[in-house]
C-alpha cells in the first residue's frame, strides 16, 4: 500500500476590513500551518509573507476595506509567488454586487463567498 502526504501549505490570514473580526478568529483556530497577521504595519507584514505559500483576505461583505492598503499586500505577495484568495463573509439575504466584492476581485486569484462563519476555518482548513 502506497500512503500519499499532502504538502502542507503555509497559510497567513489577515482581516481585509476595519473590524477584522472574522479573520482575527484564526488566533484560537490552532490550525497547523495557518497563522493571523493583522494588516497594519507593513514591515511586519513583509516578514510574515516570508515563507507563505498563501495570503487569506477575509472580510464580513459590509465591511469597509483599506483597498488601497489591500491591493499593495496582494501585490506583493504575487510578486514573492505568493497565491492571493479573498474570503467574504456574508451573512445577510443574497443581493447585488458589492464594491468590495469588486475590490477583491481585482486584488485576489481566487475570490470565495461563504454564508456562515464556521464556514470560514473550514476554507481555510480544505486550503491546507
Same mark, same amino acid.
Not at 30 to 35: C, I, K, P
Not at 64 to 69: A, L, N, P, S, T
Given at each position: 500500500m502506497t500512503r500519499v502526504r499532502r504538502a502542507a501549505a503555509r497559510i497567513v490570514v489577515t482581516g481585509a476590513g476595519r473590524s477584522a473580526g472574522a479573520a482575527r478568529a484564526f488566533l484560537r483556530a490552532e490550525l497547523d500551518g495557518v497563522r493571523y497577521q493583522p494588516l497594519d504595519a507593513q514591515s511586519?507584514?513583509?516578514g510574515a509573507l516570508g515563507d507563505a505559500d498563501m495570503l487569506?483576505?477575509?472580510a464580513g461583505a459590509a465591511e469597509q476595506v483599506d483597498q488601497k492598503r489591500m491591493? !499593495? #499586500?496582494a501585490s506583493a505577495a504575487r510578486g514573492r509567488g505568493i497565491l492571493v484568495a479573498a474570503i467574504v463573509l456574508d451573512t445577510g439575504p443574497p443581493d447585488?454586487?458589492?464594491r468590495l466584492l469588486?475590490?477583491?476581485r481585482e486584488a485576489a486569484d481566487m475570490v470565495m463567498i461563504v454564508r456562515?462563519?464556521?464556514d470560514v476555518? !473550514? #476554507?481555510i482548513a480544505a486550503l491546507r
Amino acid at each position: 500500500m502506497t500512503r500519499v502526504r499532502r504538502a502542507a501549505a503555509r497559510i497567513v490570514v489577515t482581516g481585509a476590513g476595519r473590524s477584522a473580526g472574522a479573520a482575527r478568529a484564526f488566533l484560537r483556530a490552532e490550525l497547523d500551518g495557518v497563522r493571523y497577521q493583522p494588516l497594519d504595519a507593513q514591515s511586519e507584514f513583509d516578514g510574515a509573507l516570508g515563507d507563505a505559500d498563501m495570503l487569506v483576505f477575509v472580510a464580513g461583505a459590509a465591511e469597509q476595506v483599506d483597498q488601497k492598503r489591500m491591493h !499593495a #499586500v496582494a501585490s506583493a505577495a504575487r510578486g514573492r509567488g505568493i497565491l492571493v484568495a479573498a474570503i467574504v463573509l456574508d451573512t445577510g439575504p443574497p443581493d447585488a454586487e458589492t464594491r468590495l466584492l469588486a475590490s477583491f476581485r481585482e486584488a485576489a486569484d481566487m475570490v470565495m463567498i461563504v454564508r456562515d462563519p464556521d464556514d470560514v476555518r !473550514a #476554507v481555510i482548513a480544505a486550503l491546507r
